[in-house]
Antibody, heavy 117, light 112 residues
Framework: QMHLVQSGPEVKKPGASVKVSCKASGYTFTSYDIHWVRQATGQGLEWMGWMNPYTGNTGYAPKFQGRVTMTRITSMNTAYMDLTSLTSDDTAVYYC??????????WGQGTLVSVSS | QPVLTQPPSASASLGASVTLTCTLSSGHSTYAIAWHQQQPEKGPRYLMTLSSDGSHSKGDGIPDRFSGSSSGAERHLTISSLQTEDEADYYCQTWDTGIRMIFGGGTTLTVL
């Protein structure tokens, strides 16, 4: 049974960076893209970008271009999302998702990132 | 790129059926979508992928009460025999080679 397990909650100050991890199990990690999606409290789902774990290729939503980096360590079956220059608007729950053919068919449990001075 | 439009709220009685709708923008009526459920204080859960011809494939463990259908640019999620645990936000999602992933605004379903 496949799982995506994310790292724990983070509290950051404005201007800092955060790195969230997403560890995959139960399937071949390099076979499917990993996407990252965030959700502010009371708001909808917002797509941030994607990464191909096999090639390392990435693509980012224009809103986050220049501020987000998605990477992976294949030997650890783990994907990472790094977001810099945090502001209070980045306070949200961040999710990773496995995407075989366009649809997110499995989600991580979410990581709350709080940004406050 | 496609835009997905969902009504913000819906309601139906316990034990009844309800159909939620996601509408694709003009020129994108052939796109497949996915439906996701988000119960209160939980993360999203994949329900199914739904094609323009109405064929759908469900995620592991999704009950038969959940089904999908399509009509033109509309993608429907029907939940029958409503239970209290079906009270949740429902999001549709599609994908595009340029933008890669798009979400609808979500529909909050209340079970009366």
């Amino acid at each position: 049974q496949m799982h995506l397990v994310q790292s724990g909650p983070e509290v950051k100050k404005p201007g800092a960076s955060v790195k969230v991890s997403c560890k995959a199990s139960g399937y071949t990690f390099t076979s499917y893209d990993i996407h990252w999606v965030r959700q502010a409290t009371g708001q909808g789902l917002e797509w941030m970008g994607w990464m191909n774990p096999y090639t390392g290729n990435t693509g980012y939503a224009p809103k986050f271009q220049g501020r987000v980096t998605m990477t992976r360590i294949t030997s650890m079956n783990t994907a990472y999302m790094d977001l810099t220059s945090l502001t209070s608007d980045d306070t949200a729950v961040y999710y990773c998702a496995r995407v075989p053919r366009g649809a997110c068919d499995s989600w991580g449990q979410g990581t709350l990132v709080s940004v406050s001075s | 790129q496609p835009v997905l439009t969902q009504p913000p709220s819906a309601s139906a009685s316990l034990g009844a059926s309800v159909t939620l709708t996601c509408t694709l923008s003009s020129g994108h009526s052939t796109y497949a979508i996915a439906w996701h459920q988000q119960q209160p204080e939980k993360g999203p859960r994949y329900l199914m992928t739904l094609s323009s011809d109405g064929s759908h494939s469900k995620g592991d463990g999704i009950p038969d009460r959940f089904s999908g259908s399509s009509s033109g640019a509309e993608r429907h999620l029907t939940i029958s025999s409503l239970q209290t645990e079906d009270e949740a936000d429902y999001y549709c999602q599609t994908w595009d080679t340029g933008i890669r992933m798009i979400f609808g605004g979500g529909t909050t379903l209340t079970v009366l």
